[in-house]
């Protein structure tokens, strides 16, 4: 075993400093798991096999370097990016005057990290053990959707969580296998963890689904079956418009009336007092119709927003004859509250009663529509009728002086 315990080298610091600021200027945020701190980790892991590890000096410090600098081709592009990192190991060694032999090997290492890189030596075991350390960390699930995120982030691949923990047991238990003695002795336990991890997350997954799935059904297959809801909705849409409807004609109503009672209150203050006039007198006539058809559209507008309470009372026998309509204030508004529970209950206890009750609350309800769109449209042919004959009499009265 090695003493490792020494401070590292000066170049392989310079290349941490290197990767630092390479990455801190050059990589893209949307590497939330290839970046620094997945360098950092591969070190950690390297740092590790080393100290358990018979190691040459000179090949521990090619070891350290590689791993500083193995992932430094991502700031250029993924696909290859060894090839680059390999590249970027290469100028940094040769501006710092790296022997040849080191340079090879760092570059020799680098390229050992493609993932189905079959290694041939004990080196290129040891780095491509420490880049797949985190299969074994207790930090797995953490940085695994960091990878998901990151291949999302560069349109490479759309994981579902499903379909990335599908992905993972496939790594797991048909690609990944750890070549060092010290990994298959030291690290195999928590990666075995994490793979049941793996498969009890897909099993909680799968049961949700399939709740998910069986509640959508019985949804669908109570909703076909049962058209209770659209009943409902048909009733409450409907009795929602009614009175929409009421409202607008009231609304409308209310219009005309301020509308007119303007016209009286300045025929009263401006034209009247002035009519004893003999040079008014002329004007007698269309004040005097402008005013009559002002008072029949105020009469009529008052009429169709005029309400019609009946008398309040109804009796047991035409509650069980289904007579009397107690959804309407009209027809309860005098009876004792027992009486009135009583007859709600029975309404409540029988479910036809119930949507019966509603039909005719609604058919009353059309019925009161019908007789105040009827005086409204009255109301305003009258109005539009007092409007043209008055000004036509104004005219007339003008031109007869």
């Given at each position: 075993?090695?003493?490792?315990?020494?401070?590292?080298?000066?170049?392989?610091?310079?290349?941490?400093e290197?990767?630092?600021?390479?990455?801190?200027?050059?990589?893209?945020?949307?590497?939330?798991?290839?970046?620094?701190?997945?360098?950092?980790?591969?070190?950690?892991?390297?740092?590790?096999?080393?100290?358990?590890?018979?190691?040459?000096?000179?090949?521990?410090?090619a070891?350290?370097?590689?791993?500083?600098?193995?992932?430094?081709?991502?700031?250029?592009?993924?696909?290859?990016?060894?090839?680059?990192?390999?590249?970027?190991?290469?100028?940094?060694?040769?501006e710092?005057?790296?022997?040849?032999?080191?340079?090879?090997?760092?570059?020799?290492?680098?390229?050992?990290?493609?993932?189905?890189f079959?290694?041939?030596?004990?080196?290129?075991?040891?780095?491509?053990?420490?880049?797949?350390?985190?299969?074994?960390?207790?930090?797995?699930?953490?940085?695994?959707?960091?990878?998901?995120?990151?291949?999302?982030?560069?349109?490479?691949?759309?994981?579902?969580?499903?379909?990335?923990?599908?992905?993972?047991i496939?790594?797991?238990?048909?690609?990944?296998?750890?070549?060092t003695?010290?990994?298959?002795?030291?690290?195999?336990?928590?990666?075995?963890?994490?793979?049941?991890?793996?498969?009890?997350?897909?099993?909680?997954?799968?049961?949700?689904?399939?709740?998910?799935?069986?509640?959508?059904?019985l949804?669908?297959?109570?909703?076909?079956?049962?058209?209770?809801?659209?009943?409902?909705?048909?009733?409450?849409?409907?009795?929602?418009?009614?009175?929409?409807?009421?409202?607008i004609?009231?609304?409308?109503?209310?219009?005309?009336?301020?509308?007119?009672?303007?016209?009286?209150?300045?025929?009263?203050?401006?034209?009247?007092?002035?009519?004893?006039?003999?040079?008014?007198?002329?004007?007698?006539?269309?004040?005097?119709?402008?005013?009559?058809?002002?008072?029949?559209?105020?009469?009529?507008?008052?009429?169709?927003?005029?309400?019609?309470?009946?008398?309040?009372?109804?009796?047991k026998?035409?509650?069980?004859?289904?007579?009397?309509n107690?959804?309407?204030?009209?027809?309860?508004?005098?009876?004792?509250y027992?009486?009135?529970?009583?007859?709600?209950?029975?309404?409540?206890?029988?479910?036809?009663?119930?949507?019966?009750?509603?039909?005719?609350?609604?058919?009353?309800?059309?019925?009161?529509?019908?007789?105040?769109?009827?005086?409204?449209?009255?109301?305003?042919?009258?109005?539009?009728?007092?409007?043209?004959?008055?000004?036509?009499?104004?005219?007339?009265?003008?031109?007869?002086?």
């Amino acid at each position: 075993m090695s003493e490792v315990a020494e401070k590292p080298s000066e170049l392989v610091q310079k290349a941490d400093e290197f990767v630092l600021k390479l990455f801190k200027e050059k990589l893209p945020n949307t590497f939330l798991y290839h970046n620094y701190n997945h360098t950092l980790r591969v070190v950690k892991s390297t740092k590790e096999i080393i100290e358990h590890s018979e190691i040459h000096v000179k090949d521990k410090e090619a070891l350290l370097l590689s791993a500083w600098l193995h992932d430094t081709g991502y700031v250029v592009k993924v696909d290859g990016h060894e090839e680059e990192s390999a590249r970027f190991a290469e100028e940094f060694l040769k501006e710092n005057n790296a022997d040849s032999e080191l340079i090879e090997k760092v570059k020799k290492l680098i390229l050992a990290t493609k993932f189905d890189f079959e290694t041939s030596d004990n080196l290129e075991s040891i780095l491509k053990d420490a880049d797949a350390s985190h299969f074994a960390k207790d930090y797995f699930e953490e940085t695994s959707e960091f990878l998901r995120q990151e291949l999302q982030l560069q349109g490479i691949a759309n994981y579902t969580p499903t379909e990335w923990i599908n992905e993972n047991i496939k790594m797991f238990t048909e690609q990944h296998k750890f070549h060092t003695d010290y990994a298959l002795k030291n690290w195999k336990e928590q990666k075995d963890q994490n793979l049941l991890d793996l498969l009890e997350s897909k099993k909680k997954k799968a049961k949700k689904i399939r709740k998910e799935e069986t509640k959508a059904q019985l949804k669908a297959k109570y909703k076909n079956e049962s058209p209770e809801r659209s009943i409902q909705t048909l009733y409450r849409v409907t009795l929602r418009n009614h009175i929409k409807l009421s409202d607008i004609a009231d609304t409308k109503a209310n219009i005309l009336l301020s509308v007119n009672a303007i016209i009286i209150s300045l025929a009263l203050a401006n034209i009247i007092p002035k009519l004893d006039s003999v040079t008014n007198r002329h004007l007698m006539i269309p004040t005097l119709i402008l005013v009559l058809f002002s008072v029949a559209s105020i009469i009529l507008s008052i009429m169709s927003t005029r309400p019609n309470v009946t008398s309040g009372e109804f009796t047991k026998e035409q509650v069980k004859k289904r007579e009397v309509n107690i959804l309407f204030f009209g027809n309860f508004h005098k009876m004792a509250y027992d009486q009135y529970q009583w007859a709600m209950n029975e309404i409540i206890n029988d479910k036809n009663y119930v949507y019966e009750s509603l039909t005719k609350d609604l058919y009353l309800l059309g019925v009161v529509l019908n007789r105040k769109y009827r005086l409204l449209r009255l109301t305003y042919t009258i109005f539009m009728t007092g409007i043209i004959v008055s000004v036509i009499s104004f005219v007339i009265a003008f031109w007869s002086i």
